[in-house]
T-cell receptor, first 114, second 115 residues
């Protein structure tokens, strides 16, 4: 079945460490996105990529980095510069310019700083 | 300013009651799309419905119905005869134009259906 796989489901990070969240899709979608979800704040866009080897900052990109070397993969690194990384992270994909098609979401990764 | 406002943070209803989730949006585009997503406790967002700005027909799908009114910039979602499985967080979202690069999400409404 086609879909988006995020791993791991739960992730614990020590203060000062970088950590990478995985997002893989087999939907043949060109566009991929990372969102952060905090209680009561909805979803906020971190980074998005419309095509391989290209990506753009979203509303809250500081402290995060991404790469898009393959169409299927869009990993997100939470760096030590991110002051409050504890949150739920959602990856999504879509057809480019998919204002009308909507997104397909992964099941998320819950990151906790310990 | 919020482009999508979901004023109801939490709602609780007793099973079999009807419930309406409100969504108000703001855009200057004439072409835009509105969406509702359901987020069950597992975390994944599940697509429920898409509506474009040129189609104001209300839609019904089983126990779900949606009321789109451009005059009031609202896209409300009603669940009829609610069930415990409807308990989730529901998000309304807006995408502007044909090449919208991102969605604007509301803050979500947490619905609890009490058996």
């Amino acid at each position: 079945d086609g879909g988006i796989t995020q791993s791991p489901k739960y992730l614990f990070r020590k203060e000062g460490q970088n950590v990478t969240l995985s997002c893989e899709q087999n939907l043949n979608h060109d566009a991929m996105y990372w969102y952060r979800q905090d209680p009561g704040q909805g979803l906020r866009l971190i980074y998005y990529s419309q095509i391989v080897n290209d990506f753009q900052k979203g509303d809250i990109a500081e402290g995060y980095s991404v790469s898009r070397e393959k169409k299927e993969s869009f990993p997100l690194t939470v760096t030590s510069a991110q002051k409050n990384p504890t949150a739920f992270y959602l990856c999504a994909s879509s057809i480019p310019g998919a204002g009308d098609y909507g997104y397909t979401f992964g099941s998320g990764t819950r990151l906790t700083v310990v | 300013a919020q482009k999508v406002t979901q004023a109801q943070t939490e709602i609780s209803v007793v099973e079999k009651e009807d419930v309406t989730l409100d969504c108000v949006y703001e855009t200057r585009d004439t072409t835009y799309y509105l969406f509702w997503y359901k987020q069950p406790p597992s975390g994944e967002l599940v697509f429920l419905i898409r509506r474009n700005s040129f189609d104001e027909q209300n839609e019904i799908s089983g126990r779900y119905s949606w009321n789109f009114q451009k005059s009031t910039s609202s896209f409300n979602f009603t669940i009829t005869a609610s069930q415990v499985v409807d308990s989730a967080v529901y998000f309304c979202a807006l995408s502007e134009g044909f090449t919208g690069n991102q969605f604007y999400f509301g803050t979500g409404t947490s619905l609890t259906v009490i058996p």
